[in-house]
Every structure is written in C-alpha cells, then in structure tokens.
C-alpha cells in the first residue's frame, strides 16, 4: 500500500461526509436557539447516523494469514447458500446505523461494472434484483475468483468505489451507507461465519481458503 494510497482514504469520516455533520451539527444548533425539542431531537439522530454512517476507522483483521478472506462491509449476515456447482452465496444486510465503507475481502486484481436502475427497499424477488441499481465486483487472486454485488437500497450516486486496479487484503475499495451486499465464494471455502452473525469490514474473518 502506497502511503498516498493510505493517506487519502484514512480520515477519520470519509469523503464527501464531513459536509453531513457539518449540516446536521448547523441545524442542531438553529434548533436549540430556537427552543424547538422535536427539531433538537431529530437533528441529534440525524446528526448521529451520519457520524456512524460515514465513520471510517482502522480496521485490523481477527485472523491473519494468506488464506483469510475478511467481511467486505459492516452489517449483518442474513443468508448463507450452498451450492457445490456455482459455490457459496453470502448475503450480508448493511442498515444506516453500520459503518458504510467497503473493504477488500481478499488481495488480488478489481474489475468493476456497474449498472444504472430503479430502487426496491426489498430485493427478495430476481425481478427486483434486477431491475435495481447495483455494481459488481470481481477479484482475481491467486486462489481464484471471489464476487461481490452491491444494490444501493438509497439513491444509486451514495455507492462509490475509489479509483484502483489492485487492493490488497482489508483495504478500502468503496463507500455504501445503506445497502445489501451479495458476496460469492468458491465451493472449497470454510465458512467462519453464521447467519445472523454481526460482521465487521476488514475485521471478521468470513472464511478460509481450504
């Protein structure tokens, strides 16, 4: 990692969130001078969702070793499938209240599409999927391929991805405050995880190269 790599995605909010609570932080202010407690109430919770929301903290991985395949986001594990053909599908939910910004789950080379759509609250149907907005991503690592599909639950303009062709493991790739994140991984991975499992991006351990 390059340290102008490192230097312009380790601020302690990541870009394009400070102007947020700045804006959050102006509007609390107006309220309290103006004695209104329902105002001063929702700024406070506006104010502290965009700190989680756009937080970007250091993140140092449970498990090292070149096998380790860590969580791509923050959120919570909603599905795992099984498919000894097409492989394993993990399916992670990232609410507002998470920490938004995407980490690589594996070091290896970034190619990434994205498509432009519609927006569905739910994606519990293959119409909805695609039909919404959503981007993938494929890494090419020496132990194969691993995909991602990100669907923006919230306007298609707050996922974004950094400008890079190479990530190494735990980097910051991208930002996705309210989403569902599709990852799939080969039939030979060993699961460290379970459904309903609280993960952490760069930090929880997703599974293990056999």
Do not use: W
């Amino acid at each position: 990692m390059t340290k102008n790599r490192h230097s312009r995605h380790s601020f302690v909010i990541i870009d394009g969130g400070m102007k947020f609570i700045v804006a959050f932080s102006v509007v609390l202010l107006l309220a309290i001078f103006c004695y209104s407690l329902f105002f001063v109430f929702l700024a406070v919770i506006c104010l502290f969702l965009s700190v989680m929301i756009f937080y970007n903290p250091e993140r140092i991985p449970f498990e090292r070793g070149k096998d380790v395949i860590v969580a791509p986001i923050d959120g919570v594990v909603k599905s795992i499938e099984h498919n000894q053909e097409k492989g394993i599908k993990v399916v992670i939910s990232s609410p507002p209240c998470f920490v938004g910004v995407l980490r690589c789950p594996f070091e290896g080379d970034i190619e990434i599409q994205k498509t432009s759509g519609l927006f569905f609250f739910s994606l519990k149907s293959e119409v909805a999927k695609r039909l919404n907005t959503f981007a993938q991503l494929n890494i090419q690592s020496v132990r194969g391929q691993l995909s991602l599909v990100y669907y923006p639950l919230f306007l298609s303009k707050s996922l974004k991805f950094f400008e890079t062709e190479s990530l190494e493991k735990g980097e910051r790739l991208g930002f996705l405050p309210f989403g569902v994140v599709e990852f799939f991984l080969p039939a030979s991975v060993h699961l460290k995880i379970c459904e309903g499992d609280k993960i952490k991006g760069a930090e929880t351990t997703i599974g293990i190269f056999a």
